[in-house]
């Protein structure tokens, strides 16, 4: 969420969007096992990427830094009402993903905080022990089996797969409080929305500048950070406190010999093993 | 017949008594424990609250972090791991210069990013036993944050009990760093030597 860099807007992105959406979802395929990075628009997406920090640099970050000034219960406020007005869509998601529990809570949670929370502007439920539990389309297509597929950086909305940018698609379009609301408040929505996207770069400001700014190369660095963070949000690769898998063990004690096809083969499940390498000498 | 059945029977028995003696026995050179793996992080994050709330200056803060890496992390796999393929063709005395040079790089990347955790608290949960290392979950509570986990990787294979690897909601140190050193190496042309210096500035 909060890596999430950029925002979604406009009716000619989301048109383009669509049309990546269908000629990409065929390509997806099944679940990747696997923690590789597949990136076969690797020219375009760093065009893009080049693009989106251009737009970071430009109008992005001096916007958050100057709504950043805002007091912070007003930014607080600004990002509990655009969180409760995504629970919608999230139940949405839930009820397609077949995880009642997860709807149920989500539901207590708009309930709670549009009565309690004083309209949203208070998160009453994480207050009372009820955490948020986001979720988007693209991790209902995950839970229907369709895999990540290629990886996209979008522009203007950053790090994405192929079936998380149908997700994106699809999560703007049938959003149901826009659908729901009349005009006007929908317009309301969405700048409630862009504003609290504007919070959250400024909140992650040092983790979002030293990513974009000083990294050797940031868009590897984004690319990585947003395939092992995403995957670990769906339970894959990087696990949840239920899995046993060796996440993300990287073996830095193996073999130099083994190294090579280590490297080669898929990494063990995000499981680096630094000692692969080093005493072997 | 039935003296071989009691002589069955007794075999029998002894095996099972000196089964259960072995059992009891202790278990000779079981170094490193869930429980170890566990007391390490739990001093890790002891050792990084008392830094941040020292109210130490930043340089100040910042060597001392250098200190806590090097006494509970295994800094020169980390580094050599860091490195990948380029670490093999490198000589002794460069890896050397190279290791020395990335504990202060990594000390005062991740240094400045502690000063995030002010005021938050890192709660140990369990430690597993995981292949041939093991992995600590912890769970992070910043100021104004959803908690978030933080798997911490350890092994003794150095000899000692040292972590040798941090991720972070699903985000791995070790693979960002790779590609971060595999990044500068690159726009250095591959020159080690000019990495090693380079990196005392960054």
């Known amino acids: ?281 | 017949m039935p003296s071989d059945m009691i002589l069955n029977r007794r075999v029998f028995a002894t095996g099972l008594v000196a089964a259960a003696a072995l059992a009891s026995l202790p278990r000779p050179a079981q170094a490193l424990t869930a429980d170890a793996a566990k007391a390490l992080v739990d001093r890790t994050v002891a050792t990084v609250n008392s830094i941040i709330n020292s109210g130490k200056s930043e340089a100040a803060m910042l060597k001392e972090f250098e200190k806590l890496f090097v006494t509970y992390a295994d800094v020169p796999t980390i580094a050599r791991s860091v490195l990948g393929t380029a670490a093999r063709s490198a000589s002794k005395g460069q890896l050397a210069a190279y290791t020395k040079a990335f504990q202060g790089y990594i000390s005062r990347k991740y240094g400045r990013r502690f000063r995030e955790f002010e005021g938050g608290k890192i709660d140990v949960a369990e430690a597993r036993a995981v292949k041939s290392y093991f992995e600590v979950i912890s769970t992070a509570r910043l100021k104004g944050e959803a908690p978030f986990e933080v798997r911490w990787h350890v092994s003794d294979k150095s000899g000692r009990d040292l972590f040798f690897n941090i991720i972070i909601e699903g985000v791995n140190m070790l693979a960002s760093e790779r590609t971060e050193m595999g990044a500068l190496l690159d726009q250095r042309g591959g020159d080690l030597d000019r990495l090693i210096a380079d990196l005392k500035t960054l």
């Open chain 1, 1 to 281: 969420m909060g890596l999430n860099i950029f925002f979604i807007s406009g009716q000619n992105l989301r048109r383009s969007l669509a049309v990546l959406a269908v000629a990409g979802l065929a390509g997806c395929g099944a679940p990747p096992a696997g923690n590789g990075i597949n990136d076969p628009f690797e020219p375009t997406n760093r065009s893009i990427h080049a693009f989106n920090k251009g737009v970071d640099r430009a109008l992005l970050s001096p916007a958050s830094k100057g709504y950043g000034v805002v007091p912070e219960p007003v930014k607080r406020a600004v990002a509990n009402m655009a969180d409760t007005l995504d629970l919608p869509g999230d139940i949405a998601n839930n009820l397609l993903q077949l995880r009642l529990v997860k709807a149920a809570e989500n539901t207590l949670r708009l309930a709670t905080n549009l009565t309690f929370g004083l309209g949203g502007t208070i998160d009453m439920a994480s207050e009372l022990g009820l955490p948020e539990h986001p979720t988007d389309f693209g991790e209902t297509l995950h839970v229907w089996g369709v895999g990540e597929g290629p990886y996209v950086e979008l522009p203007l909305a950053g790090p994405s797969t192929v079936r998380d940018t149908v997700g994106t698609v699809v999560d703007v379009a049938l959003n149901p409080v826009r659908l729901a609301l009349p005009e006007k408040e929908a317009m309301a929505a969405t700048v409630l929305k862009v504003f609290s996207r504007l919070g959250d770069r400024e909140r992650f400001s040092d983790t979002v500048d030293s990513l974009l700014y000083e990294s050797a190369d940031s868009y590897a660095q984004a690319r990585l950070l947003y395939l092992q963070n995403r995957r670990f949000e769906l339970g894959q690769g990087g696990g949840t406190a239920a899995t046993t898998s060796d996440d993300g063990f990287i073996d830095p004690y193996a073999d130099p010999a083994t190294d090579t096809e280590a490297a080669a083969a898929p990494v063990d499940d995000g499981f680096i093993d630094p000692y692969e390498d080093p005493y072997a000498e």
